[in-house]
């Protein structure tokens, strides 16, 4: 498998404002940012689809959600709301094949999401 462009990211290959990492995933602030605060975060390990994801990624899948938790906690958002967003494959518009969670916040959210 190439590298995907968040494994870059993650050797420092591309430039990226990095917010956090540990052993498993790491976050950073998304380039196009579609509310106040966006940042993605990543597993280390490149799964390109949520269709990949196996039974052993049962930690890592949730080390993702409570790192966003405990990001969203730190950058002052938690009480207001913040939406986390896992888009799998085209047609839920992934456009990077390398599994990660969006973490918005910082404005109000619609439902159903567009
Ligand atoms: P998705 O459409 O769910 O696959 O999300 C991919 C996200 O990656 C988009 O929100 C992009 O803006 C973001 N993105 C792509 N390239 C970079 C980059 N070099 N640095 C930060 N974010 C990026």
Redesign the pocket.
């Known amino acids: 498998m190439t590298d995907s ?1 968040f494994t870059k ?1 993650n050797k420092r290959e ?1 430039p ?1 404002n990095i917010i956090y990492e540990d052993d498993l995933v790491f976050a ?5 940012p ?1 509310s106040p605060i966006h940042y ?1 975060i990543v597993p280390k390990k490149q799964i390109p689809t949520m269709n990949d994801v196996q039974e052993d990624d049962k930690n890592l899948l949730g080390h993702i959600l409570i790192t966003a938790g405990k990001i969203a906690k730190e950058k002052g958002i938690a009480e207001d709301g913040y939406r986390l ?1 896992i ?1 799998c494959n085209k047609g839920a ?4 094949f390398h599994i ?1 969670c ?1 973490l918005l916040g910082g404005r109000l959210f619609n439902w159903p999401p567009g």
């Open positions: 462009i990211i591309i990226s950073f602030e998304d380039i196009n579609v993605l967003v888009n518009g992934q456009t990077v990660h969006h």
